[in-house]
């Protein structure tokens, strides 16, 4: 057994071979997370090595240096080893069950001095030295851990963390990154990609040779960013990694590039500028940026000047992405861009048979002779239903005639979408062959409102179809401005892109449908703000019930913002639950900083407590509580976010629950035996704050330090020697966040 163990540790110093340092544990040389990664609102710092799902492995010092500070906390890094090396570099080693016997006596030491589990202490270059290969702790789960691991860290001499597989600690790997979308994203007024405004996303295809290849030309207008969803693999693992690098090349010519290899500690908060953040919030998934708005900082990752923002001439043009991890394994994707003009059709009917009806198309923006059309089918009510084939389909020298079938349009809207010879796409073109009963006076508008990096949208959605044209109307009590739309869907109306700053002193968003003689218009009482960098804005729900306060920081660029209240949402299954539900918006947009928020209960709850906000966490499916301030006085509620999410109020009246104990209630033990206190504890209202005030453990009557881990929900206690023979109190206190209470006395012997 020994011979196999001294086995493990010589391979564990090979894989690091040519390298002045070591593998920080004997548990294996694995990790389930690397540098880099996005954390929604931090970057991962680190790397997360597997300890086999348990605790108690070795961990040892990766170079001679020094222990220059130790920490011990609920949340975050748990218990953790801050080692000064010899090369100038500092090493962090977090999430540790237990220190070294020395270090564990000078914590505790270090905790009966300060009265509290939470510690930070400082050492100087002479107090503990290390010897590459010493044993400086064991591996665990403590602090915000999700399972038991070593989290590692490189550091500069600046504090600035390094990716560690690039600054000694590389594992053996030879397994390419995986590539599997791009996303479009226009950025300016009549951008377009694929004739829409809207960001669009596509699928890679892999070749034989294992290049990466978009699935057709793309053809764009005006002003855009892209953005890729690529992933690094190693063998052996199941596991999804951040890449290292990703390089944009336009014409062969660099044109931005991300580099994980050095981030500082100050930027950390800037992490959501680097993702699609519309399309993560939309659980469309996880596109990394390759460009960045003018309003965004640049960040250490950002290995060019260049912004990254596109706007090719007229023609086409090479489109090349490479992407590379920290062993140096590439994966390629390229495609063809197509730089063009705006592009739309009109259709006629030529003739009509008992099974067939043919159609005329020609070109009428962007005169090019069109190449070829696709076809879809919609229901009345607007729900796609196919893709219809045509018959057949001739060129009559710019136009082109179609032949569909007659059966297939009863009762259907057909969408076309043509393409010229040179490959642009046009504007999509609806035609009905059926004469419905309804009108524009029949049915009923949706206004919705898209908030995109590049500006603001307002959607139009119909109940159902009617044939007619919408136009937008923005007021307020003195003047009104109109702004056309576009028909994406036989039901679905979209404007142009329009600037936030266009919301300002905007009180009524009219919607106009017409046909022929016939018209209508639907009021919508919509009371948007927009706010600005370094100003401070109030935005109020129709009914003065919710309301936003931005400050200075809160916003990078103009935003335009507005409260929605819904009807149906997420269930309230604790707690009692005492107000509407508000859904902030734009809830895709990135914020710089934190905003007030603001919640008015009913007169009817004055003198009721323990009321807090609480927001819904899309990833737990969870509603969340937020540190909450009372005012009585006025019957508000208020507290600061950083998200625009769904919020209501709930109050919570249910105590912590102590679930299961170690040592038991009237257990018989032998005091040997007793090494570790253990408490499972739970609250599924307002929770738990990791913090000193939540917790307090008497033993025989002695304040313990104990460890809590917020994610097992467990509290635990290393006891120094074993208990003394005869009987034993465990006092037990937890409170939760809004100051419910439970204590519980447990009794137990030992002989």
């Known amino acids: 057994m020994l011979t196999k163990k001294i086995l493990i540790l010589l391979s564990l110093f090979v894989t690091l071979s ?8 004997d548990a294996r040389n694995s990790y389930s997370s690397n540098f880099g990664e996005y954390r929604d ?8 090595i597997r300890t086999k799902g348990t605790i108690g492995h070795k961990v040892f010092a990766v170079e001679n240096g020094y222990i220059s500070k130790i920490i011990t906390n609920y949340s975050g890094y748990g218990k ?27 914590v505790k030491l270090q905790q009966a001095k300060n009265k509290r589990y939470s510690i930070k202490t ?14 400086i702790g064991y591996s665990g789960d403590t602090g915000y851990a999700f399972g038991p691991n070593l989290h590692f860290e490189v550091r500069d001499k600046s504090d600035a963390a390094l990716d560690p597989l690039k600054n000694g600690y590389l594992a053996p790997d030879k397994i390419n990154p995986i590539m599997q979308k791009i996303a479009l994203i226009p950025l300016s007024k009549g951008a377009l990609v694929n004739s829409s405004p809207l960001v669009q996303t596509m699928p890679l295809f892999r070749d034989k040779n294992g290049t990466y290849l978009f699935a057709d030309t793309i053809s764009v207008i005006g002003d855009f960013g892209i ?55 939309q659980n469309l998934g996880e596109y990394q940026k390759l460009y960045r708005l003018t309003e965004h900082p640049k960040m250490s990752v950002h290995g060019l000047e260049n912004n990254g923002i596109i706007s090719v001439s007229p023609g086409y043009h090479k489109i090349r992405i490479l992407i590379t991890d920290a062993a140096g394994n590439t994966a390629n994707a390229e495609g063809v861009l197509l730089g063009t003009f705006p592009m739309s059709i009109g259709i006629k009917e030529i003739s009509r048979e008992d099974k067939y009806i043919t159609l005329e198309m020609s070109p009428k923006r962007g005169g090019l002779a069109i190449r070829q059309a696709t076809t879809y089918s919609f229901t009345p009510f607007g729900l796609p239903d196919e893709q219809v084939l045509t018959v057949s389909t001739q060129k009559r020298g710019k136009k082109l005639e179609l032949l569909i079938p007659a059966q297939a349009s009863k009762n259907r809207i057909f969408q076309f979408i043509a393409t010229n010879q040179i490959g642009a796409i046009a504007l999509p073109f609806h035609w009905s062959n059926y004469n419905s009963l309804k009108t524009v006076l029949d049915v009923n508008p949706k206004l919705d409102i898209v908030h995109t990096e590049g500006g603001i949208f307002f959607q139009i959605e119909m109940d159902q179809y009617a044939k007619g044209e919408a136009t937008l109307k923005l007021s307020n009590d003195h003047i009104f401005k109109s702004y056309p739309v576009n028909q994406i869907q036989p039901t679905v109306f979209l404007s142009d892109m329009l600037p936030p700053k266009i919301l300002e002193d905007v009180k009524y968003v009219d919607v106009a449908l017409t046909n022929e003689k016939l018209s209508r ?19 109020v729900s129709k009914d003065m019930n919710c309301s936003i306060q931005t400050l200075p920081n809160t916003v990078y660029s103009s935003t335009a913002i507005w409260i929605e209240k819904v009807d149906k949402h997420a269930p309230v299954k604790n707690g009692y639950h005492l107000s509407s539900v508000y859904q902030l918006q734009p809830f895709d947009r990135v914020l710089k900083n934190e905003f007030l928020l603001g919640m008015k209960y009913s007169h009817r709850l004055s003198g009721h407590t323990k009321m807090g906000i609480y927001y819904f966490d899309e990833k737990s499916e969870n509603w969340n509580y937020v540190k909450t301030k009372n005012n009585p006085s006025k019957n508000i509620l208020t507290a600061n976010l950083d998200q625009f999410h769904a919020v209501t109020i709930i109050q919570d009246l249910v105590p912590p629950q102590i679930l299961n104990t170690y040592p038991a209630s009237g257990g018989h033990y032998e005091g040997k035996e007793i090494k570790k206190l253990i408490i499972d504890i739970e609250d599924t209202i307002s929770g738990i704050e990791p913090k000193e005030k939540s917790i307090s453990i008497k033993l025989n009557g002695t304040k313990l330090f104990c ?34 209470q439970t204590n519980r006395l447990i009794y137990f012997t030992c002989k």
């Not at 953790?80 to 564990?104: C, N, R, W």
């Not at 400082?122 to 044993?135: A, M, P, T, V, Y």
């Not at 890449?243 to 992490?271: C, G, M, W």
């Not at 009371?527 to 960098?533: I, R, S």
Request: proline fraction near 4%.
């Open 18 to 25: 040519g390298q002045d340092t070591q593998w920080p544990t």
């Open 41 to 48: 609102d931090h970057f991962h710092m680190g790397l997360d």
């Open 80 to 106: 953790a080893i801050y080692q000064k090396t010899i090369s100038g570099k500092t090493i962090v080693y977090a999430h540790l069950d237990k220190f070294s016997p020395i270090m564990e006596r000078v």
């Open 122 to 135: 400082n050492f100087s270059s002479n107090e503990f030295r290390l010897q590459k290969g010493d044993i």
């Open 227 to 281: 953005a890729i969803q690529a992933v690094d693999k190693r063998e052996g693992s199941k596991f999804k990694y951040q890449f290292h690098k990703a390089e944009l090349f336009i014409d062969n010519k660099p044109v931005f590039t991300l580099n994980y290899n050095r981030i500082p500690y100050s930027q950390t908060n800037n992490v959501r500028t680097l993702v699609q953040f519309e399309l993560k919030k």
């Open 521 to 539: 218009e639907t009021r919508f009482n919509f009371m948007p703000g927009v706010a600005e960098p370094n100003t401070k804005t109030v935005i």
């Open 707 to 740: 460890a809590y881990q917020p994610v097992k929900k467990q509290i635990t206690y290393d006891l120094d020697r074993g208990l003394n023979d005869g009987e034993h109190t465990l006092d037990i206190t937890i409170i939760d966040r809004v100051g419910n």
